[in-house]
């Protein structure tokens, strides 16, 4: 009976020691590195940290391309305009992703009247075709083709870059505009968005008049860049550049084209930049210190990251 007993001790003693297992105590109060269900995480780390921040366009990269608008001042009762509209398009042609035009009208069925008056008076329009470069003063056409090279070949890179989302259903826009930055950027910045569309013919078969011996025009002559909607104020809406996330999001929902007048959504571009409009200390402003500092430009249905 004794050795019974003492095998019965022995084999109880061993099943001990052959099935013991740390468990995680069922209190997690009392050890400050429970984790439910087991387990063991560092001291001071978040078991459930905040998820992490994504934007369809990329994270904001460190470095951004400097592009730049050209606004051009151009009618069709105005006989040099169209040498001027081929400058804009031979700057585009070689600068094919840097360049970004604008053709504001005057006088004509594609004039929008109220930008139009305030843009000749905020860049000092003297004379047909006028145009500015990255918000200068305007100027005569001669002058376009040296500021943009001026202004693509900067001492410093740009502060601040642009990138967009676009969604077009049946003439109905939703736009997200992205501008990103890596550190605040101050002063009197402004958003500015606008729509364009290209290849808009005349208003009337050989409305557009033409002085000019090198460009020719007829009566298959197309319009483009022509600016078609502005969805923020003529001067652009206040914009903070401050956040810690390096990014701004503005966005612009359920915005009407088919009030525009575009005659074909394939041909539309939405164009953003960023501008001061008093004070900036860029060496190269004039025009009382208005600037634009970066631009960027999209179609329809497009992501358009930084670049």
């Not at 001669?142 to 990138?163: C, H, K, N, V």
């Not at 676009?166 to 606008?194: F, H, I, Q, R």
């Amino acid at each position: 009976m004794k050795q019974v007993l003492s095998l019965f001790l022995v084999a109880t003693i061993v099943l001990s020691f052959g099935s013991c297992t740390k468990e995680a105590p069922s209190q997690g109060g009392q050890n400050p590195f429970y984790v439910p269900g087991g387990g063991t995480i560092d001291p001071g780390t978040d078991p459930e940290p905040d998820p992490i921040v994504t934007i369809p366009v990329g994270e904001v990269p460190l470095t951004f391309t400097q592009k730049v608008v050209l606004e051009e001042n151009t009618g069709e009762w105005c006989g040099w305009c169209p040498e001027g509209a081929k400058i804009m398009d031979d700057a585009i042609a070689a600068n094919p992703n840097t360049v970004i035009g604008v053709a504001v009208h005057d006088g004509d069925p594609m004039e929008i009247v109220n930008y139009n008056t305030w843009h000749k008076a905020f860049t000092g329009v003297g004379g047909f075709p006028n145009g500015n470069v990255s918000r200068r003063s305007a100027a005569g056409r001669g002058s376009w083709m040296a500021s943009i090279t001026a202004d693509l070949s900067p001492a410093t890179a740009p502060e601040l870059g642009l990138a967009m989302v676009t969604s077009e259903t049946g003439g109905t826009l939703d736009l997200d505009v992205y501008v990103g930055y890596n550190a605040p950027v101050t002063g009197d910045t402004k958003l500015s968005v606008v729509i364009t569309e290209d290849q808009v013919p005349q208003s009337s078969p050989g409305a557009q008049s033409n002085y000019s011996t090198s460009v020719t025009v007829d009566n298959s002559w197309v319009h483009g860049h022509v600016l078609r909607g502005v969805l923020t104020a003529n001067e652009g809406n206040d914009i903070d550049l401050s956040s810690a996330e390096k990014y701004t999001k503005v966005s612009f929902n359920g915005v009407d084209l088919n009030a525009m007048g575009i005659l074909d959504m394939t041909k539309v571009h939405v164009v953003a930049y960023v501008n001061v409009n008093s004070g900036s200390t860029n060496p190269a402003a004039d025009n009382g210190g208005k600037w634009i500092i970066n631009a960027q430009q999209a179609k329809l249905n497009e992501e358009k990251t930084w670049d």
